[in-house]
């Protein structure tokens, strides 16, 4: 390849007037002000703190009419179970021929059907 130097030299130049502006700078969207935002905390803060308060007043409230309910059965529960507890003294409890064991959930004892231990009372009169 043969170069001819007698041809006229062409150079790149910008345009007339020059290239146009670039925008190298970082665009950002426009963004909501801090004020803006710290309102919006403080106000949902504010609101939940409201709701919070509100149904813990109301816990509170209904602990009280719970406590004055129990305060009104609790004597005739107590009553019907010393009843019950003195009354379990003069029970036979040999009905059976075996003692059933006790029917937990642990170990082998949870396979014993439960109507081993469910017999019916029978009354022996002395």
């Known amino acids: 390849m043969t170069i001819n130097y007698k ?24 963004m909501i002000s801090g004020y803006k935002l710290f309102g919006a905390t403080f106000l949902i803060m504010g609101v939940g ?9 109301q816990d509170l409230q209904d602990d009280d009419v719970e406590r004055v309910r129990l305060s009104k059965i609790l004597p005739i529960v107590q009553a019907e179970n010393d009843i019950m507890f003195l009354g379990a003294a003069h029970k036979n409890v040999y009905l059976t021929r075996w003692m059933p064991p006790i029917v937990n959930n642990n170990g082998l004892y949870r396979f014993i059907p439960r109507e081993y231990g469910a017999q019916k009372e029978t009354t022996h009169h002395h």
């Open 7 to 30: 041809q006229k030299w062409v150079q790149d130049l910008p345009p007339p007037g020059g290239f146009p502006a670039l925008e190298y700078g970082r665009q950002t969207p426009k």
């Open 49 to 57: 703190t409201y709701i919070y308060l509100r149904g813990r007043i």
